[in-house]
Nanobody, 120 residues
């Protein structure tokens, strides 16, 4: 079982910055992709950014150039640096990891979510 603990959410003014962090259970050696998703009130959860175990990153168009995802595979940690925040970035942000189980199975794990509110 993989546990994910997120931190770093909060209230910030438009144009401000926040750093989200996620720590996965130590000793898990089979994590493949790690990522951040978000869900705004009344909307579906959407992908924000992902990073593969090879370091390849992917971003939603809405956050490209403003957000930066990074991971420390040795420590099983993930961060999301969010700059130039906009009110439309307001959402609950969820950490997500995909764990390789065997050639036929991967498991998906989610954190509990951290609230990000962008408002003046």
């Amino acid at each position: 079982q993989v546990q994910l603990v997120e931190s770093g959410g909060g209230l910030v003014q438009p144009g401000g910055s926040l750093l989200l962090s996620c720590a996965a259970s130590p000793g898990i050696s089979s994590i493949t992709t790690m990522g951040w998703h978000r869900q705004a009130p009344g909307k579906q959860r959407e992908l924000v950014a992902t990073v593969s175990n090879g370091g390849r990153t992917k971003y939603a168009d809405a956050v490209k150039g403003r957000f930066t995802i990074s991971r420390d595979s040795a420590k099983n940690t993930l961060t999301l640096q969010m700059n130039s925040l906009k009110p439309e970035d307001t959402a609950v942000y969820y950490c997500n990891v995909i764990v390789y189980v065997n050639i036929l199975e991967y498991k998906n794990y989610w954190g509990q979510g951290t609230q990000v509110t962008v408002s003046s």
